[in-house]
Nanobody
């Protein structure tokens, strides 16, 4: 079993900042990708940012220059620093990892429960 626990969401005014954290625990053995997705009401889930094990990062265009994804390998933790937040960033943010476990060498996706981010004055 693999568990992902997210924290750091909340209500923030436009222009403010938040930092999301996600800790992976359980039988995880190797992580290839750590990512953040979001889903706004009425919309499909979209990739916000991801970080590959080699260090490459990708961002959706709408957050480039404002969001930063970082990974703490020693603690299997991924962060999303969100600056200059806009109302359109309001969504439920989900942590995602792709990795293997002690019981299987087949990489698969695991998801957190989601954390609400609301940007409003």
């Amino acid at each position: 079993q693999v568990q992902l626990v997210e924290s750091g969401g909340g209500l923030v005014q436009p222009g403010g900042s938040l930092r999301l954290s996600c800790v992976a625990s359980g039988s995880i053995s190797r992580i290839y990708v750590m990512a953040w997705y979001r889903q706004a009401a009425g919309n499909e889930r979209e990739l916000v940012a991801r970080r590959f094990s080699g260090g490459t990062t990708n961002y959706v265009e709408s957050v480039q220059g404002r969001f930063t994804i970082a990974r703490d390998n020693a603690n299997n933790t991924v962060y999303l620093q969100m600056n200059s937040l806009k109302p359109e960033d309001t969504a439920v943010y989900y942590c995602n990892i792709r990795g293997t476990t002690r019981w299987s060498t087949t990489a698969r996706d695991y998801w957190g429960q989601g954390t609400q981010v609301t940007v409003s004055s």
